[in-house]
């Protein structure tokens, strides 16, 4: 089955600067990667993502970037702010047969220090 | 807005009980999913469900099983609760847009 690795677990950064998340996942047949943001005790919730036939997407202080060929892709937060503070989750969708399902990394939990 | 909703925010079961987790989703998805999520592990898939009355294992099943009567509804049971089944379980629906995911249900297993 797919496997996702996510670094860092942890990331404090201060205030107005960036924060970079890294996953890198197995297997090639991988074409949709969506990140996840879960704010303290509060559901995932969607926050940008990237299909297999883009290089990089951006939408605000956010981007996504992918490079297919190493098998690797990151969220890039800009210009950092206080509700940025959550736990980051990427995910790796597989598209099989009409068979659909997501797996996800272990989780960066990002801290924004004033 | 797609709805899910789990019917139990905070759940606290003893050791050997039978646990039933409620999961609906208002939007007609086909496709819905149980996770369990804990410190360090990140969210990993005990069952998923293409259809009524289909499902299939995920990465952890042990412990567990499913029930999907109806589109709308899929329910996680633990057969017999054990202290290391003590996690927040999320349900998720979803479309080819992706994933949505219901506010959990932390359950303790005394």
């Known amino acids: 089955g797919e496997n996702v690795e996510q670094h860092p677990s942890t990331l404090s950064v201060q205030e107005g600067d960036s924060a970079v998340i890294k996953c890198t996942y197995s297997?090639?047949?991988?074409?949709?990667f969506p990140w996840y943001k879960q704010e303290l005790g509060k559901r995932p919730q969607l926050i940008i993502d990237i299909r297999s036939n883009v290089g990089e997407k951006k939408d605000q202080r956010i981007a996504v970037t992918l490079n297919k060929t190493a098998k690797h892709f990151s969220l890039h937060i800009t210009e950092t702010q206080p509700e940025d503070s959550a736990v980051y989750f990427c995910a790796v969708w597989i598209s099989n047969f009409g068979n659909e399902k997501l797996t996800f990394g272990t989780g960066t939990r990002l801290t924004i220090i004033p | 807005d797609v709805k899910v909703t789990q019917s139990s925010r905070y759940l606290v079961k003893r050791t050997g009980e039978k646990v039933f987790l409620e999961c609906v989703q208002d939007?007609?998805?086909?496709?819905m999913f149980w996770y369990r999520q804990d410190p360090g592990l990140g969210l990993r898939l005990i069952y998923f469900?293409?259809?009524?009355?289909?499902?299939e294992k995920g990465d952890i099943p042990e412990g567990y099983s499913v029930s999907r009567e109806k589109k709308e509804r899929f329910s996680l049971i633990l057969e017999s609760a054990s202290t290391n089944q003590t996690s927040m379980y999320l349900c998720?629906?979803?479309?080819?847009?992706?994933?949505?995911f219901g506010s959990g249900t932390r359950l303790t297993v005394v």
């Open positions: 297997d090639s047949a991988s074409n949709y």
């Open positions: 998720a629906s979803s479309t080819r847009r992706g994933y949505t």
């Open positions: 469900s293409y259809d009524v009355k289909m499902k």
């Open positions: 939007m007609d998805h086909e496709n």
